[in-house]
């Protein structure tokens, strides 16, 4: 490799990274998110529709953590 297309690689490299990192907080937050619904179910004395609709909620935040996930661990890939 050639230093321009070192840098160039770097260059892409790094903006992958950055965006690998946002991704990742926002999974960390959806996670949280997650933990504190379960959290609630577990303190409160709630009758199967409620908890149903919470385990809805969590099933849906699941499926959008993988979905960031796999996104995010792809994109570094999508520009080699």
């Known amino acids: 490799?050639?230093?321009s297309?070192?840098?160039?690689?770097?260059?892409?490299k790094l903006?992958?990274?950055?965006?690998r990192i946002?991704?990742?907080n926002k999974i960390e937050e959806?996670?949280?998110e997650m933990k504190g619904l379960a959290k609630?179910?577990?303190?409160?004395?709630?009758?199967?529709?409620?908890?149903?609709?919470?385990n809805t909620k969590i099933d849906?935040?699941?499926e959008e953590v993988v979905e960031m996930d796999e996104k995010s661990k792809t994109f570094w890939l999508d520009n080699q």
């Open 60 to 62: 849906s935040l699941r």
């Open 5 to 12: 297309k070192d840098k160039e690689y770097f260059e892409q």
């Open 1 to 3: 490799m050639n230093n």
């Open 40 to 54: 609630y179910v577990k303190d409160n004395d709630l009758d199967e529709e409620e908890i149903q609709e919470i």
């Open 30 to 32: 959806k996670l949280r």
């Open 15 to 19: 903006e992958w990274v950055k965006y």
């Open 22 to 24: 946002k991704m990742l």
